[in-house]
């Protein structure tokens, strides 16, 4: 549900800041092979996830949660994933893809999170979304592993809380305390 809920974020927020009307355009995540690339028949941007793992991000503390009878939740800080898409754009001709590259990049530069209003569902976490460098797998290496030909294209990072952990009951808070005393060992 994580990933899904990042990817429409992502789509819902290009739907809105693009000039890409459903009736002219398709975002997909599908991976950007021959066998895909053959069906593209018209302006498409392509955001193919193709590295998860965990982010570099300190785990994402949550403030403890009262309910309305008093009692207090709390759960264990949640871990922090990223999700590494390589963005291209397809249309008729190469300037065409280099224009639709161009906007989406320009997008994702002026949109360090994805506004709440474009989540379909509610994280536990903002999405943050950065253009990075990935020197582990880079864009020509995910275009070879793809089987196709080098594109145009860039690197978009989201990283967003994994609700990995429920919720649980806290422990009751200590309003005092009280010695206890034993007797000693061998005492009468």
Do not use: C
């Not at 403890?64 to 963005?87: C, I, K, N, T, Y």
């Not at 275009?143 to 429920?166: C, E, H, M, Q, R």
């Amino acid at each position: 549900m994580l990933i899904s809920a990042v990817e429409d974020g992502i789509e819902n927020l290009l739907r809105a800041a693009l000039p890409l009307e459903r009736e002219h355009g398709d975002i997909s995540f599908e991976a950007p092979n021959s066998t895909w690339s053959a069906t593209v028949n018209r302006l498409t941007v392509n955001l193919f996830l193709y590295g998860v793992g965990r982010s570099a991000q300190p785990p994402m503390m949550q403030p403890d949660r009262r309910d309305s009878s008093g009692r207090v939740a709390r759960r264990f800080a949640l871990p922090m994933v990223e999700l590494s898409f390589l963005v291209s754009a397809w249309a008729g001709s190469a300037r065409d893809e280099h224009e639709l590259l161009s906007d989406v990049l320009t997008r994702a530069l002026t949109y360090p999170t994805i506004p709440a209003e474009h989540l379909s569902l509610s994280l536990d976490s903002t999405v943050q979304l950065a253009v990075a460098n990935d020197e582990k797998n880079r864009p020509r290496d995910v275009w070879g592993g793809l089987g196709g030909n080098l594109k145009a294209s860039f690197v978009l990072i989201a990283t967003v809380a994994a609700d990995a952990y429920p919720w649980q009951d806290a422990a009751p808070v200590v309003d005092r305390v009280a010695p206890a005393v034993l007797p000693r060992p061998g005492a009468p």
